[in-house]
């Protein structure tokens, strides 16, 4: 731990360049207001790890550690001074989406290897991680590494069953709908069985997340970095659901949940873009009471005719990318599997319209 207190003012210092030939990770920090989203950040700010992190803060709250170091404009533009902490971090606070910052910060780019990036308590993280597929430019020197969702365990039970007006879905659950990782935050100030109510709640809502318990937001690093939940080599989790997530939704369930399929054989390739953008672009797919089903996030391995190799397709609200990886094992039985996050789905009608365009080879 480091001997400084929350409120005392990280010490700036010099820091060496460190040599970097790769693309940078970016790891987006999101979580509803009072979760402790801000406390990880602080924490990673001012413990002594060993690591060069850039952290964008998403305006500083009171008693904040580094807050009397930073000077916002008076108006409140963006503050675009990057400032080296005593412990080889950068930081900077932003108003904004943080992009801005991000482009001037690879300026400095050797003084670190590692971005984190914090969102406001009420952002959706679906158009902030967009951001890091469309932009061109960014792409060729950054990648998104993952999105980690800091969740309240005493009062997210609430906000995630909140409901909103107009059918809109409300932002704690989209931004546990969109985690890669959730950090189950102030487990001490709640009983067992509120921890495990919570944690069955969030495996509900997204299957694919891993769910971590932390205290004071004190997680080893190691568990929050280097997630590469967007690296098309890495097993996307499909086989890897928790026993919950198993479960026929043989009804259909007006809140943000998870469904999944897996079924034999292949699908031709413009028939795969077709299913997709019917039911993310176009939203024309939906549930046999006739409303739209509406995918948050989508993520499958599928083998495609014609391809050798397969193919793994992830979705973030309407954008969604497909790549090629690794050959079929000549042994293996070619498959399709897919994991749908959101609302109004019903498992019976996604598979149905997906087995109607494989074929077994």
Same mark, same amino acid.
Request: net charge negative.
């Given at each position: 731990?480091?001997?400084?207190?929350?409120?005392?003012?990280?010490?700036?210092?010099?820091?060496?360049?460190?040599?970097?030939?790769?693309?940078?990770?970016?790891?987006?920090?999101?979580?509803?207001?009072?979760? *402790?989203?801000?406390?990880? #950040?602080?924490? +990673?700010? %001012?413990?002594?790890?060993? =690591?060069?992190?850039?952290?964008? /803060?998403? !305006?500083?709250?009171?008693?904040?550690?580094?807050?009397?170091?930073?000077?916002?404009?008076?108006?409140?533009?963006?503050?675009?001074?990057?400032?080296?902490?005593?412990?080889?971090?950068?930081?900077?606070?932003?108003?904004?989406?943080?992009?801005?910052?991000?482009?001037?910060?690879?300026?400095?780019?050797?003084?670190?290897?590692?971005?984190?990036?914090?969102?406001?308590?009420?952002?959706?993280?679906?158009?902030?991680?967009?951001?890091?597929?469309?932009?061109?430019?960014? *792409?060729?020197?950054?990648? #998104?590494?993952? +999105?980690? %969702?800091?969740?309240?365990? =005493?009062?997210?039970?609430?906000? /995630?069953? !909140?409901?909103?007006?107009?059918?809109?879905?409300n932002e704690a659950v989209r931004q546990v709908a969109l985690a890669d990782l959730v950090l189950l935050n102030k487990v001490d100030l709640v009983e067992r069985k509120v921890i495990e109510e919570t944690e069955d709640h969030i495996r509900k809502i997204n299957s694919l997340a891993e769910v971590m318990h932390t205290v004071r937001a004190k997680v080893d690093l190691k568990n929050i970095l280097d997630l590469h939940a967007y690296d098309t080599?890495?097993?996307?989790?499909?086989?890897?659901?928790?026993?919950?997530?198993?479960?026929?939704?043989?009804?259909?369930?007006?809140?943000?949940?998870?469904?999944?399929?897996?079924?034999?054989?292949?699908?031709?390739?413009?028939?795969?873009?077709?299913?997709?953008?019917?039911?993310?672009?176009?939203?024309?797919?939906?549930?046999?009471?006739?409303?739209?089903?509406?995918?948050?996030?989508?993520?499958?391995?599928?083998?495609?005719?014609?391809?050798?190799?397969?193919?793994?397709?992830?979705?973030?609200?309407?954008?969604?990318?497909?790549?090629?990886?690794?050959?079929?094992?000549?042994?293996?039985?070619?498959?399709?599997?897919?994991?749908?996050?959101?609302?109004?789905?019903?498992?019976?009608?996604?598979?149905?319209?997906?087995?109607?365009?494989?074929?077994?080879?």
């Amino acid at each position: 731990m480091s001997e400084s207190s929350d409120e005392d003012c990280p010490n700036l210092v010099a820091t060496e360049t460190v040599t970097q030939t790769s693309k940078i990770p970016v790891t987006i920090i999101t979580g509803y207001l009072g979760a *402790g989203k801000t406390t990880l #950040l602080n924490y +990673i700010l %001012t413990e002594q790890h060993d =690591k060069k992190i850039a952290v964008i /803060l998403n !305006e500083f709250g009171a008693g904040s550690a580094v807050e009397s170091s930073m000077a916002m404009g008076q108006t409140g533009e963006l503050y675009e001074e990057w400032l080296e902490l005593r412990n080889g971090c950068l930081c900077c606070s932003v108003k904004d989406n943080g992009i801005q910052a991000i482009e001037k910060l690879m300026e400095k780019k050797g003084k670190f290897d590692y971005i984190l990036l914090e969102t406001t308590g009420l952002a959706d993280p679906g158009p902030i991680a967009s951001i890091f597929w469309l932009d061109e430019d960014l *792409g060729c020197d950054i990648f #998104l590494d993952g +999105i980690v %969702t800091v969740v309240d365990a =005493k009062y997210s039970l609430k906000q /995630l069953l !909140e409901v909103k007006p107009d059918t809109l879905i409300n932002e704690a659950v989209r931004q546990v709908a969109l985690a890669d990782l959730v950090l189950l935050n102030k487990v001490d100030l709640v009983e067992r069985k509120v921890i495990e109510e919570t944690e069955d709640h969030i495996r509900k809502i997204n299957s694919l997340a891993e769910v971590m318990h932390t205290v004071r937001a004190k997680v080893d690093l190691k568990n929050i970095l280097d997630l590469h939940a967007y690296d098309t080599t890495k097993d996307i989790g499909i086989a890897k659901f928790h026993p919950s997530s198993q479960q026929q939704h043989s009804h259909i369930d007006p809140s943000v949940v998870s469904v999944t399929f897996r079924v034999p054989g292949m699908v031709p390739s413009d028939d795969l873009d077709s299913y997709i953008q019917d039911l993310i672009w176009d939203k024309s797919v939906c549930n046999s009471e006739g409303e739209p089903m509406d995918v948050l996030r989508m993520k499958g391995e599928l083998s495609v005719a014609g391809e050798a190799r397969r193919v793994i397709v992830q979705a973030v609200n309407e954008l969604y990318d497909r790549e090629v990886t690794t050959l079929w094992e000549e042994d293996t039985t070619k498959t399709c599997s897919m994991v749908f996050i959101g609302r109004n789905l019903e498992e019976g009608v996604l598979r149905e319209k997906f087995v109607k365009l494989t074929s077994i080879d």
